[in-house]
């Protein structure tokens, strides 16, 4: 039997995940947990307002580490972390949006939101509740 490719959508979720359970085993069960699973939460309506490229301008500018975190890992993802990535590995995300042209930095805030989606829906399942639970 041959092995069939992942569809993208597994692949964001594959991926995302695999960030969550890092996170889970550096920081344990922490309130910063919770911290990196709002600013999470928040940042897709972030990048619908104001726009990809003004969004990541904010996490940057911010200097926090969670901020640094999160754009780091999208950086990871839209530069080169799969195969339909819409700039080039190794590339700075801001640099690319601004250097791009319309079409890829509409592909990359659409394949961002995407990818948000999922790493919300696991932060909140996983680092969310490991803060609950501390609780009890």
């Known amino acids: 039997m041959v092995a069939q490719r992942q569809?993208?959508?597994?692949?964001?979720?594959?991926?995302?995940?695999k960030i969550i359970n890092g996170m889970r085993r550096e920081i344990g069960k922490t309130n910063r947990n919770e911290t990196?699973?709002?600013?999470?939460?928040?940042?897709?309506?972030t990048v619908?307002?104001?726009?990809?490229?003004?969004?990541?301008?904010?996490?940057?500018?911010?200097?926090?580490?969670?901020?640094?975190?999160l754009y780091a890992q999208l950086q990871g993802w839209l530069c080169g972390g799969f195969d339909q990535a819409p700039?080039?590995?190794?590339?700075?995300?801001?640099?690319?949006?601004?250097e791009g042209d319309r079409k890829?930095?509409?592909?990359?805030?659409?394949?961002?939101l995407a990818w948000l989606e999922w790493l919300k829906k696991f932060a909140t399942a996983y680092l969310k509740k490991e803060k609950a639970q501390e609780v009890q």
């Open 7 to 17: 569809s993208l959508a597994q692949t964001r979720a594959k991926e995302t995940l």
């Open 48 to 69: 619908l307002m104001n726009g990809l490229g003004q969004a990541l301008a904010a996490l940057v500018a911010s200097g926090k580490e969670h901020e640094k975190q």
């Open 87 to 98: 700039y080039e590995k190794g590339e700075d995300l801001l640099e690319a949006l601004m």
């Open 104 to 112: 890829s930095y509409l592909r990359a805030q659409v394949e961002a």
């Open 36 to 45: 990196y699973a709002q600013l999470v939460a928040g940042f897709a309506p």
